[in-house]
């Protein structure tokens, strides 16, 4: 019976976009950690760890970008506050980046061992996800916590 009443739990309270946000924002601090563990070793299974992460964000972000798109719509209505228009600007950016830190590994293999302006390039693209990632976590804590406050409404019977 404790499995019956955690399954009904789990689709009352399942929340997509939440999981998605924080599954694909927590990939690039952790891929950004294991290029500063490239940079100065060398070690290829680090760069490797680096590339799987990419990847996996790559393919985790749309479904980050379009559960936050149906909540904002479902549970906000599509307001155009300020906060969201930052958050869907914000989310275009970390795509983008993803797009062409996925793009050169897939043009130029070698770019990690490879000391030349493009390897920066690279370098520096993983480096400015991370204030993108804070900055949507930083706006979604902002909205959760504001939704918490909100006083709720009593239930009609």
Not at 33 to 61: C, K, M, N, R, S
Request: with cysteine; net charge positive; glycine share 4%.
């Amino acid at each position: 019976m404790a499995k019956q009443s955690l399954w009904k739990d789990m689709k009352k309270t399942f929340m997509l976009h939440a999981i998605a946000a924080h599954f694909s924002n927590g990939l690039i601090p952790v891929a950004v950690l294991y290029l500063l563990l490239t940079l100065p070793t060398g070690d290829t299974f680090f760069e490797h760890t680096v590339q799987h992460l990419l990847w996996i964000t790559f393919l985790a972000i749309p479904v980050s970008f379009f559960s936050g798109i149906h909540d904002w719509r479902t549970k906000y209505r599509a307001a155009k506050a300020p906060v969201f228009i930052k958050k869907i600007r914000l989310s275009f950016v970390l795509f983008a980046l993803c797009i062409v830190a996925v793009a050169m590994r897939l043009s130029v293999p070698d770019v990690m061992a490879r000391q030349d302006l493009l390897h920066w390039f690279y370098v520096v693209d993983l480096f400015a996800m991370l204030p993108v990632v804070t900055l949507l976590g930083h706006y979604g804590g902002k909205l959760s916590q504001q939704s918490r406050q909100q006083p709720q409404r009593p239930s009609n019977p």
